[in-house]
């Protein structure tokens, strides 16, 4: 039996562990800074979650950028990056190399061509850098040798660095090869991890509601999602698992289970008004056809009884009125859970940031190891605010790896 050749041990400045945004954002600017620079990845490819971003378009930042947007068990951590790398630099970075780009709803930045395009900006700005890749690669194994000084082993070779960089992401769409490896890697040089949960994630309904609206599965309206601690008013969508859409998206970063989620489906009017309105103007009127003119026909069948629906307005009382608004108005739900990290596109929680230095992404405990994006605990809003902490991470810890 031939026995294989031992893996040689090779010598780099950086490895960055991860070739997602911040990962290829750290080794843009560790490379202009004239270090030697090797990002380690298991996919087969750079980039696949950049390239599903934005549903192929890629929204890739927002104009509206604010530590407001993000959340975390450090609230203030984010605000030095974000600051120092904005969402302005990397907007001039697209426009050199003269992507097409649109703003759409509430300051989002997409590709006006498709995801490929950002993928490729960075990928040439890599290049340039003379940063190095080895795909398809698994980790094994991390040492440290002493104060910026690691080994690591790899399925492919094991390297020896000054600088280590985690920038595996977090735990949403493991179907591209999300995993646990860089809060493990925090684990074992003894750095807090807080609890992980799905964010940005459509919600489930209790076996009752989901039967009762079921049928309007496809179904989108404009609304206010609300809880004690946020509003958001965007669009929900009813699938035939539950809830999701833009507004369901954003609040499952603030739903807690067993919480109530109060929904207001016609955000825009005073309903009662409207039905006191109609009652005087068209008193034969059925109450369904006031109701349609807002909201599909099926939705309304669902939320108010057929002998209701079916009545003329004369014959409706001024508190049957204010009933129906709190139908719509005041709709209140609770949620059985999340459809979790299968349909996620964030992981809420990670490593802890009071463990890093916000200037740098350099840990307090362990010289020479870095953490950038989604595997730190910060998680942001939809629309762009995740990839802007992206690049504004791994901006910084490029910086000073």
């Not at 380690?40 to 750079?46: E, L, W």
């Not at 209140?332 to 859970?337: D, E, N, R």
Request: hydrophobic share 35%; proline share 4%; charged share 20%.
């Amino acid at each position: 039996m031939i026995k294989p050749y031992p893996l040689l041990t090779e010598k780099t400045d950086v490895i960055i562990i991860g070739a997602g945004a911040s990962g290829l954002m750290c080794s843009i600017e560790a490379g202009k800074r004239h270090r030697k620079v090797l990002v380690i990845d298991h996919a087969k490819k750079p980039g696949r979650k950049i390239l599903m971003s934005g549903g192929g378009r890629c929204n890739f930042t927002n104009y509206h950028i604010n530590a407001d947007n993000y959340i975390s068990h450090n609230p203030n951590f984010c605000k030095s990056a974000l600051s120092r790398y904005t969402q302005w630099d990397f907007l001039t970075l697209v426009q050199k190399h003269h992507i097409a780009f649109s703003e759409r709803a509430q300051g989002q930045l997409f590709c006006d061509g498709s995801s490929r395009d950002i993928l490729n900006m960075l990928l040439s700005e890599c290049e340039q850098a003379g940063v190095s890749f080895q795909v398809n690669s698994k980790i094994e194994k991390i040492e440290q040798l002493g104060e910026h000084h690691f080994k690591v082993y790899s399925s492919r070779g094991n390297y020896i660095c000054q600088s280590l960089v985690v920038a595996t992401g977090g735990l949403s769409m493991p179907a591209i090869g999300a995993s646990p490896l860089g809060y493990e890697i925090a684990e074992q040089f003894h750095i807090k991890v807080w609890p992980r949960c799905a964010g940005l994630v459509p919600l489930t309904l209790q076996p009752k509601d989901k039967e009762k609206l079921s049928t309007l599965s496809g179904i989108a309206v404009d609304a206010m999602v609300s809880n004690k601690q946020q509003s958001f008013r965007e669009n929900i969508l009813f699938t035939h698992r539950g809830l999701s859409g833009s507004a369901i998206l954003q609040m499952s970063l603030y739903w807690q289970p067993g919480e109530e989620l109060t929904i207001n489906l016609l955000p825009e009017i005073d309903l009662v008004k409207v039905l006191k309105e109609q009652q005087q103007q068209r008193p034969q009127r059925k109450v369904k056809s006031v109701l349609a003119e807002y909201l599909p026909k099926r939705l309304v069948a669902i939320m108010v009884m057929n002998d209701l629906a079916e009545s003329p307005l004369r014959k409706i009382s001024h508190g049957q009125f204010k009933e129906i608004s709190a139908q719509f108005q005041q709709w209140t739900i609770k949620p059985s859970g999340t459809e979790g990290y299968r349909t996620a596109e964030v992981t809420l929680g990670g490593v802890d940031c009071n463990a890093i230095s916000s200037k740098t992404m350099e840990t307090h405990p362990v010289v020479g190891l870095f953490f950038t994006g989604e595997v730190l605990d910060v998680s942001g809003w939809l629309g762009g605010y995740n990839l802007q902490w992206a690049w504004s991470s791994g901006w910084c810890a490029g910086q000073y790896v």
